[in-house]
Each structure stands twice: as C-alpha cells, then as structure tokens.
C-alpha cells in the first residue's frame, strides 16, 4: 500500500521560507512517476504548485515559479519543497501526492497545515 | 495559468443524477484528453475518481462518469447518495506542461 506523508513545520514567519518534506512508503521514487505538491488554503480550492520525478526534472505553477523549488532524495525514498519569501496568502493546506497518469493523483497526503504568521 | 471554472453549487435529491461541468480553454481542457476529478469530503485528502476524462480507477463506483466536449469537460453522479455530499474538483493539463485545477463544486444531496 503506497503512502505519504507530509512533515514541517506549522508555523512560518513573513518573508521566510517554508519547507516541507513528504516521505513515500510503499513505493520507489526511483520509478517513473512524478511527485506532486498541491496546496489549499482554509475554505478555498485546490492549487497546482509543482512536481518532480526521480531524476530531477521539475515543474512548476507559473505563478509560483519565482519563490519554489521542489527536489527528490532517492537516498531516502522522498521529496521536498521549499517556498520562499512566503506572505500570509501562502498559508494553506499542503499535499503531496503521487502522479500515475497525466493529471491523476492517485495516492495524496493527509495534509499539513503551515500558517503564515509573526 | 487561470483556474478551470467550475458551478459553485450543484444540489439534488437522493436517487437522481447530477452533472458538474468544468470549462476551459483549448490551451488546458480542449486540447488534451487529460482531465481528470476529485471528490474531497471535508478535512479529508482529495481522492481521484475520474481520470483521461472517463476513466475511473479501481474501486471508484461506477455512478461516477465523465467526458468532454470541446472546451467543457463533466462529471456525472448518478443514483445520488448521501456520502456523495462533498467537494468536487476538475483538473486539466495545460499547453504549458503544467496542470491546472478547477474552482471547486459543492455537492448538496437534499
């Protein structure tokens, strides 16, 4: 059973950056998929941030392309993300999840909550 | 890249069939047949139930369908039930090698 899980922290000051970490079980990164972050803020929809696959290769949103990065350790089997110079508009939900087929999500994170505050 | 657009609500009564639309342009949803929908129950992840437009995965009920037409894609419940009540998103790829989501439908069963 594949799963995710995302970690960081909560709680993120303005003008900082924001890093989070999803660990993958159940599967290898090493395959030929892409590994996606997707984030929600509280009430709102879902949006695109980027994905990685195992070799490196990245997209990103447009909108966000200035103040991300996303990369993949295969040593550890997991995948990161890191958003700078971050606002209070960033605070939000963030998934990770896998992609199997184009635009298909097929296994997600449970989420974790990063807050944009001082 | 502008968000696909998606009816804030759509509401029905259990038994009955509802469609949500999603509408794009020929850069994302009308030039791939690479959309796919979610359903999201409330402090939940999203779950994929449609995918290359009318595909559904494993364990996916087959109330669920999809397809497309020109710039607008849809999702269909048939035989409405209480757990469908929950959020809906479409997603397309995009012409710039990236993927887009949808504004988010709300599902009210009556």
């Known amino acids: 059973q594949v799963q995710l899980r995302e970690s960081g922290p909560g709680l993120v000051k303005p003008s900082g950056t924001l890093s989070l970490t999803c660990a993958v079980s159940?599967?290898?990164?090493?395959?030929?998929?892409?590994w996606t972050w997707v984030r929600q803020p509280p009430g709102k929809g879902l949006e695109w941030i980027g994905e990685?696959?195992?070799?490196?290769?990245?997209k990103y949103n447009p909108s966000l392309k200035s103040r991300v990065t996303i990369s993949v350790d295969k040593s550890k089997n997991r995948f990161s993300l890191r958003l700078n110079s971050v606002t209070a508009a960033d605070t939000a939900v963030y998934y990770c999840?896998?992609?199997?087929?184009?635009?298909?999500?097929?296994?997600w994170g449970q989420g974790t909550l990063v807050t944009v505050s001082s | 890249q502008s968000a696909l657009t998606q009816p804030a609500s759509v509401s029905g009564s259990p038994g009955q069939s509802i469609t949500i639309s999603c509408t794009g342009t020929?850069?994302?949803?009308?030039?791939?047949?690479?959309v796919s929908w979610y359903q999201q129950h409330p402090g939940k992840a999203p779950k994929l139930i449609i995918y290359?437009?009318?595909n559904r995965p494993s364990g996916v009920s087959n109330r669920f369908s999809g397809s497309k037409s020109g710039n607008t894609a849809s999702l269909t419940i048939s035989g409405l039930r209480a757990e469908d009540e929950a959020d809906y998103y479409c997603?397309?790829?995009?012409?710039?090698?990236?993927?887009?989501f949808g504004t988010g439908t709300k599902v009210t069963v009556l």
């Open positions: 020929s850069g994302d949803v009308g030039g791939y047949y690479f």
């Open positions: 997603s397309s790829y995009t012409s710039s090698d990236t993927d887009v």
């Open positions: 159940g599967d290898s990164i090493n395959r030929a998929n892409w």
């Open positions: 290359d437009v009318s």
């Open positions: 999840a896998r992609r199997f087929s184009a635009v298909a999500y097929d296994y």
């Open positions: 990685t696959d195992h070799s490196d290769n990245t």
